[in-house]
């Protein structure tokens, strides 16, 4: 098997929580930052992991543990040849800037595995790097960054990995992926550091169902500004989670979403999740970008491909873009 080398990508929630469980189990993993200041901090301090599912307030002892990792920034990061990408990253950091960057650093055997919301992002990675063997890959992991080098692990969730759909056809093609050995050789380094993680032969399925369930929770607790678990406390809310999810849904079936109880799934998510704000409204919080173009406008662009209109999602995209900056 060829020599694999891990680097994370992003220091946010998640990458703080795969670079800090990865460190921590002794399989070495370089983050890579957006900063120097946050690579400068965790340099010295390390990546501290707060187990938060049982909650974070004042009577509840969260258990906590803190790895050395070596951290860089993303304009210094250099990558050898066999170096597998986390990438941890929104859809809104993937610029024309950041995806030249990474053609620039990346040698030519490497393969990018993307924990990216959304999709379309496997389209611009693979249009940027030609060469690179692409991976998606689906977590329900919940994580909350609460500081340049912390992280409140807030929801033990699972993770699927496998082939990476491009979405511009119908039905989805599939990008060039690692070979099997590379593939399992990630599996197993995830499942050394504490996750969960299956590999799946059918990532087209597993996308469209997070997508289906970030397309609802996302916006509507972003517009109301409310945590998850509220979402589905009136009847007017369940409407609106209602008719959002039946216009989706509709159209996610003609991409390979098969028929099932994703219903159940979504107000199983909200249930699981009550305490959290989506990562959609943290960004409407902050004064951030949303990723509301890679989630509802995506659909509302899977559905023109099939000659459809999809109004619903389409107002949704335009009411949470005239809240925030995108």
């Not at 940027?128 to 994580?143: F, I, Q």
């Not at 369930?213 to 945590?227: D, E, F, G, S």
Request: aromatic residues 4%.
């Amino acid at each position: 098997m060829r020599e694999t080398k891990i680097a994370v990508a992003g220091g946010g929630s998640l990458g703080l929580l795969l670079a800090g469980k990865l460190n921590a189990a002794g399989c070495p993993a370089e983050l890579w930052t957006r900063t120097e200041d946050q690579a400068r901090i965790i340099e010295r301090d390390g990546i501290t992991v707060i187990d938060g599912a049982g909650g974070a307030d004042a009577t509840t002892v969260n258990a906590a543990m803190t790895a050395a990792v070596k951290a860089v920034p993303l304009e210094k990061a250099a990558a050898p040849s066999g170096t597998a990408v986390l990438l941890a990253m929104k859809q809104t950091a993937l610029t024309p800037s950041f995806v030249a960057r990474l053609k620039h650093m990346l040698p030519e055997e490497h393969a990018i595995v993307a924990f990216c919301n959304g999709i379309g992002h496997f389209d611009k990675l693979q249009a940027g790097l030609p060469s690179a063997e692409l991976a998606a890959a689906v977590t329900t992991e919940a994580a909350r960054r609460s500081g340049p080098a912390e992280v409140a692990h807030t929801g033990k969730g699972q993770i699927w990995l496998g082939q990476a759909p491009l979405f511009a056809a119908i039905p989805p093609t599939y990008a060039k992926s690692p070979d099997h050995d590379r593939m399992q050789y990630i599996e197993s380094r995830l499942i050394q550091a504490g996750f969960t993680v299956s590999m799946s032969n059918n990532m087209t399925e597993r996308m469209l169902r997070k997508l289906l369930i970030n397309a609802v929770i996302n916006p509507l607790t972003a517009l109301l500004r409310i945590r998850n678990g509220e979402l589905t406390s009136t009847p007017e809310r369940l409407s609106l989670m209602r008719q959002l999810y039946d216009e989706t849904a509709g159209i996610l079936r003609e991409y390979g979403l098969k028929d099932g109880s994703h219903w159940d799934e979504l107000l199983h998510v909200c249930a699981r999740t009550a305490s959290n704000h989506s990562s959609m409204l943290q960004d409407i919080l902050a004064g951030r970008k949303t990723e509301i173009d890679a989630i509802n406008g995506a659909v509302v662009s899977l559905a023109a491909n099939l000659g459809r209109q999809a109004p619903w999602n389409d107002k949704i995209t335009r009411m949470v873009k005239s809240i925030s900056d995108g």
